[in-house]
Nanobody
Framework: QVQLVESGGDLVQPGGSLRLACATTGFTFSIYIMSWYRQAPGKEREMVAVIPPNYGSPTYADSVKGRFTISRDRGKKMLYLQMNNLEPEDTAVYYC?????????WGQGTQVTVSS
């Protein structure tokens, strides 16, 4: 019943931009902490951005500060990640997640490849 579905991943040149989206169903979106994670082959999954359920400020990994922006649409129950000035090091599968206390849900991921 709980579903998180990512979209927007693509092949893009260094310096380019992408906007990822996460559509959610089956849980109370407004009270969950929403996050974007990424995982490259052979590496562990890492957090890139977190946005709280209230109106607090988002948190970003140092590697993406100033380049990525996380946002949420409470009416549409959608999560977004705007990515600018993309670098080859940003290449990974990007995952949407939702967390409330000990509960945590994950999407299947969307591939982002940054290459010339």
């Amino acid at each position: 019943q709980v579903q998180l579905v990512e979209s927007g991943g693509d092949l893009v040149q260094p310096g380019g931009s992408l906007r990822l989206a996460c559509a959610t169903t089956g849980f109370t979106f407004s009270i969950y902490i929403m996050s974007w994670y990424r995982q490259a082959p052979g590496k562990e999954r890492e957090m890139v951005a977190v946005i709280p359920p209230n109106y607090g400020s988002p948190t970003y990994a140092d590697s993406v500060k100033g380049r990525f922006t996380i946002s949420r649409d409470r009416g549409k129950k959608m999560l977004y990640l705007q990515m600018n000035n993309l670098e080859p090091e940003d290449t990974a599968v990007y995952y949407c997640s939702a967390q409330y206390a000990s509960l945590m849900y994950w999407g299947q991921g969307t591939q982002v490849t940054v290459s010339s």
